[in-house]
């Protein structure tokens, strides 16, 4: 109560109140008190009572700090008081040592209050705002005080958030807080957001909520970080798991990629914290939500096509075959692994390559096999072996073959070096072990599953039972264990052994009828059954007689009656007579009605607290499900009903046989159509690329025909009126013009040259003038700086005119190369006119004629054509050397500018040097005439004194007024 007091601002010590007038008054102080100071103190002092006395505080004080928190949000620190009284009034985080009477107490307290808070939603939706506050006392303790009201009503408060605006956003920024504290908080916060609600799970991983977790993982080391990753994983669980949009979310976001690194754990491990184990337990976990079994199996698929892609596969499958990993972790790893590689085939080849680091090396499934039939293994560890090779053989026809040709004589290896898979579930089988006969027996009939194949090539299997007797099928050699019952000495289940064989041989027996005709072929085997199902046994024993009752059903089934002894009317009668139909129905019911059948069906993985309840296969029980109801149908069919039926069948097999006939011949039909089309396609476009090609060959003939008869016309006019280059000129219509043109272009290049010319001699002789100018300067600093600027660009001027000039020469070497190139044409021309003149040959020889006239013009042509892209390329160097002489043009102006400013600064320096020497005249004459008054006042003048004060006027700019001399004299 000092405490209290001194809170309470310094009350006067009089009679001790009790506790809940104490709050009561600071309630009042609270509610009614004007200064800020005041109600901060009084909140304060309700925080420091609300855990001792948190009904109390709570009845009295709660609509008095949600009003706190509605009008102080000025004022961070009230703010923060009044979060944690709410929090400690709520939460039932109290000691652990209490009696669990006052634990129920303070948990329906809390959720009492909890619920009085929620009543008003805007006390929620003012929650959330608060959250938004940076300040580290308002933020934290409101992250805290959420988070108990989420765990106190869950589904109320979500419901709450879902509804309010931004709500969820809101809470995902406290992920990207920098103090981690209230990041950490915030995880929890989320944790119980996200619990067991779909929508506010996709709303959250849509709120980039996987991106912020992985990189929180990532910071604190994957799986060698602390609490937050385990937090942050169980976060994931939430979101991931029985959430089928977050899942593809998650896969299309390439966020399991990022899983990989969590895995990278190395061969050899020597420091396995708690902390470790539990977070790579929850990763693994995480891995198994994505490829559950229970998920669709599309997105099931392509997780597992991910994970294979990305290396994760190969990540966990080298912690499978590393040293040093605790027992539960690699159970669990060994369960993961299952998943991801059932039903998947990619995934199944490559767990059949993976060899342990042993040697010699060795398949990872024989090492697993060896642990599943060793006994002293821990018993989770078996069960999660025997679930790998059950989802390696899940779906995945290859292994089973596989597995089963290690069994036959053929592929046995006669060295005894190695040891296979089967023979290790042949030793697992036949040992003492019912443990191991029940895992052996059912790994072997997940060989088999749905493959008739491999139940026939299972019986070829010979057993070397014992030295000197001949061998026995295995087959043979299961019946003979299980006839023998309990006379074997076993560790173990009683009827564990007894159960596994009988699950084997129904799966064996099931859909192969010559396993079947095997099985009965046996003379002893339906006496035992029969014996069996009729004898009045005990509960336990009651399992074993409906499994029996299951074999001979399924005997009877799928018997093809090809043993005269055991044909189905006579088993019918059998057990009519022995057994009766009621009562085979009735043991057939034990095996649905056992209270371990459900449980074994619900999942594929098998799960077992103990030994003892392993009795059952998920798979079988799928097996059970489908023969009861055909098996019980089948006993009660009459002999004729079963001729009907086996006539149906028979003409339904025909009937099938003729469908599947036809369709061969329509398929192979179909298949010669599409040939047949395809060729017609190919031949009609090779049709169509054949008549363009004869249609461009006609009109090239066409074209020829036509030139001929132009030429043979010509000709003929030529021999009647003009002689040949006139002839030639008609007939081609271009010669005279482009001769006449080549002289035009001639004398434009000519009429250039001289103009070029000129300009150059013009710009030589105003360098000329530049150079007499600039060495006529006054001043000898300025005129040597401009003599120096000028020298380096007259001697760049002089370079480019003198590649002017040589581009010039080479420019009148091809003028008079293109002249001499005319010239030789003229002489050309006219020489084909003198030949062409010459008459009096036959009508072949003018032929003959033409065709050289047309090969003569054709090279007259080209040789027009290169005087025309010669001409070309002079037009571009004239242009060029303009470009050059008017660039020269602008250097010879920047110099004349620059030059004219050098004379302006020349005469400014000379009025200057003017100025200054007046001013010295000046000073002189002042100066003397002051020495005068001095010797007139009778004050020796020394020379030095002399020399001294001229120097001193020499190197000061401004001289010191003589008349403070003569004040001081």
Not at 54 to 61: C, D, K, T, Y
Not at 163 to 188: C, F, T, Y
Not at 872 to 877: D, N
Request: negative net charge; charged residues 25%; proline residues 3%.
């Amino acid at each position: 109560m000092n405490f209290l007091r001194g809170v309470m601002g310094g009350q006067s010590a009089g009679p001790q109140h009790t506790e809940a007038e104490t709050i009561q008054k600071l309630c009042d102080r609270v509610a009614s008190s004007t200064l800020l100071d005041d109600r901060r103190n009084a909140v304060r002092a309700l925080k420091s009572l609300s855990k001792k006395y948190r009904l109390e505080v709570g009845i009295q004080a709660m609509e008095h700090l949600i009003h706190v928190l509605q009008t102080d949000r000025s004022d961070s620190e009230i703010i923060g008081y009044a979060l944690d009284t709410l929090y400690n009034i709520i939460s039932n985080d109290e000691e652990e040592e209490v009696e669990e009477n006052s634990t129920r107490q303070s948990e329906d307290l809390g959720s009492q209050f909890t619920e009085i808070f929620i009543k008003q939603q805007e006390n929620v939706t003012l929650l959330l705002s608060l959250l938004e506050e940076f300040d580290f006392h308002v933020r934290w303790p409101g992250v805290k005080l959420l988070t108990s009201l989420l765990k106190q009503l869950g589904p109320q408060v979500q419901q709450i958030i879902l509804v309010s605006p931004m709500g969820v956003s809101r809470l995902m920024d406290l992920l990207a807080d920098s103090r981690e504290v209230i990041r950490n908080d915030g995880v929890l916060l989320l944790q119980a957001l996200t619990r067991s609600n779909g929508a506010i799970q996709k709303i959250v991983a849509f709120e980039n909520a996987f991106e912020r977790l992985l990189d929180i993982i990532s910071e604190e080391g994957n799986s060698d970080g602390g609490i937050v990753v385990e937090d942050c994983l169980i976060l994931l669980q939430n979101l991931l798991k029985n959430n089928n949009s977050n899942q593809n979310f998650f896969k299309e976001g390439s966020y399991i990629q990022r899983m990989k690194p969590w895995f990278e754990v190395g061969d050899e491990n020597s420091g396995w914290s708690a902390q470790k184990v539990t977070n790579l337990h929850l990763m693994l976990q995480l891995v198994r939500v994505l490829v559950s079994p229970t998920n669709p199996p599309g997105a099931t698929s392509s997780c597992q096509k991910a994970m294979f892609q990305c290396g994760l596969l190969q990540q966990l499958c080298t912690i499978l075959m590393a040293t040093g990993v605790p027992a539960d972790i690699l159970t669990e790893t060994i369960n993961t692994v299952s998943e991801v590689i059932r039903g998947y085939q990619v995934n199944q080849d490559y767990f059949a390559s993976v060899n342990a680091p042993s040697n010699p090396p060795r398949p990872a499934i024989v090492v697993l096999l060896m642990s599943m039939v060793n006994e002293r293994q821990p018993f989770v560890l078996r069960c999660a072996v025997l679930y790998c090779f059950q989802c390696f053989l899940y779906k995945n026809q290859k292994g089973q073959g596989e597995i089963v040709s290690t069994l036959l004589p053929s592929t046995i290896d006669a060295t005894g070096n190695s040891v296979s898979a089967g023979q290790l579930l042949c030793g697992g089988l036949f040992s003492t072990d019912s443990l191991s006969n029940w895992c052996a027996a059912v790994a072997l009939a997940h060989a088999l599953q749905e493959n008739a194949t491999q139940k026939e090539q299972l019986l070829r299997v010979q057993l070397a039972t014992s030295i000197g007797n001949p061998p026995v099928s295995l087959l043979q050699q299961c019946t003979n264990i299980l006839s023998q019952g309990d006379k074997i000495d076993r560790r173990g289940s009683k009827i564990q052994t007894r159960v596994g064989l009988l699950m084997l041989l129904c799966t064996w027996l099931s859909s192969c009828p010559i396993a079947v005709t095997h099985f009965l072929h046996n003379s002893a085997n339906v006496p035992f059954l029969t014996a069996q199902i009729a004898e009045n046994l005990g509960e336990e024993e009651q399992l074993v007689q409906g499994l029996c009752a299951l074999l001979l059903g399924i005997s009877i089934y799928f018997n093809d009656n090809s043993l005269e002894s055991y044909k189905k009317e006579k088993l019918k009668q059998l057990i009519e007579k022995r057994i009766g139909k009621e009562n085979f129905i009735e043991k057939l019911g034990f095996i649905s009605k056992h209270e371990l059948y459900s449980r074994a069906s619900q999942k594929p993985q098998p799960n077992f607290p103990s030994p003892e309840y392993m009795i059952f296969d998920h798979e079988f029980t799928k097996l059970v499900k489908e023969l009861e109801g055909v098996i019980t149908k089948a006993i009660y069919k009459s002999s004729e009903e079963d001729k009907k039926e086996e006539e149906v069948k028979k003409t339904l097999e025909q009937h099938d046989n003729i469908v599947t006939h036809y369709k061969n011949m329509i398929r192979e039909q179909d298949l010669q159509l599409e040939e047949l089309k395809q060729q017609v396609s190919t031949l009609k476009c090779q049709n169509e690329q054949l008549q363009t090609a004869v249609t461009q060959q006609v009109s090239q003939i066409q074209q020829h025909k036509d030139q001929y008869n132009l030429l043979k016309i010509q000709l003929g006019k030529d021999n009647q009126h003009q002689g040949s280059y006139s002839e030639g000129a008609q007939m081609n219509g271009v010669q005279p013009e482009e001769i006449g043109r080549l002289r035009e272009e001639i004398e434009e290049l000519k009429n250039n040259q001289e103009l070029l010319q000129s300009k150059l001699t013009e710009k030589d002789s105003v360098i000329e003038n530049l150079k007499s100018s600039q060495t006529s300067g006054t001043n000898e600093q300025s005129s040597a700086i401009v003599s120096a600027r000028d020298s380096e660009q007259v001697a760049e001027l002089k370079q480019e005119l003198a590649t002017l000039k040589s581009q010039l020469n080479s420019q009148s070497v091809e003028i008079t190369k293109l002249q001499t190139e005319k010239q030789e044409l003229l002489q050309k021309t006219e020489v084909f006119a003198k030949s062409v003149e010459v008459q009096g040959e036959t009508q072949t020889v003018i032929a003959t004629k033409t065709t050289d006239v047309e090969g003569r013009l054709s090279a007259l042509l080209q040789e027009t054509k290169e005087l025309k892209n010669e001409i070309k390329a002079l037009s571009e160097e004239r242009t060029a050397i303009k470009e050059q002489l008017d660039s020269s043009n602008s250097t010879i102006a920047i110099l004349q500018t620059e030059k004219d400013k050098l004379e302006l600064e020349i005469t400014d320096s000379k009025k200057e040097q003017d100025d200054l020497l007046v001013l010295l005249a000046d000073q002189d004459q002042k100066i003397l005439s002051l020495k005068n008054k001095l010797k007139d006042l009778g004050h020796p003048v020394e020379e030095e004194d002399e020399l001294e004060s001229g120097d001193q006027e020499d190197e000061d700019d401004e001289s010191e007024d003589p008349g403070k001399d003569l004040d001081h004299i």
